[in-house]
């Protein structure tokens, strides 16, 4: 049946979300949930990621030159850290009390948007293994916007 296969491909999809605690592309959900449900096809998780958004469990995370990541709805205010070097996203704490620091008296922010880019610890390692002497800091590359 249809419909049964849907629901198991779409348990499969909700795991991967519940399981990260990063965003993810499309691609890195077809990963992983192939790892659940081996055979699933790209069109399945781009029509699945569809619905979920649909239903207010997954949102949209879109950074800047690059294709957009999914992540769970609800989670706690955060902002994103992209790393150059594997094309990974993570997710960083807020910076609400660095904010209020370096906001003018008297002015009162509404909202706020933060995306660092860099290399994660992973890429640093390999970069160091490499022999390479730079380790690029938080400077975007090629960033297109
Ligand atoms: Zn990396
Ligand atoms: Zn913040």
Known sequence: MAGKRN???????RQVFEQTDRPLSTQEVLDQAQQFK????IATVYRTLKILIDEGWLKTVLLP????????????????????TCG???????????????????????THDLVLYGTCIECVGQENSGGEL???????VNAEN
């Open 7 to 13: 629901t198991s491909q779409r348990r499969a999809i």
């Open 88 to 110: 990974r996203a993570f997710e960083v704490p807020c910076c609400q009390a660095l904010l209020d620091t370096i906001v003018p008296e008297g002015f009162t922010v509404a």
């Open 65 to 84: 030159g690059v294709p957009p990541r999914y992540e769970i709805a609800d989670r706690d205010a955060h902002h994103h850290f992209y790393c150059n």
């Open 134 to 140: 730079a380790v690029r800091q938080g400077v975007p």
């Open 38 to 41: 081996p055979g699933m096809g």
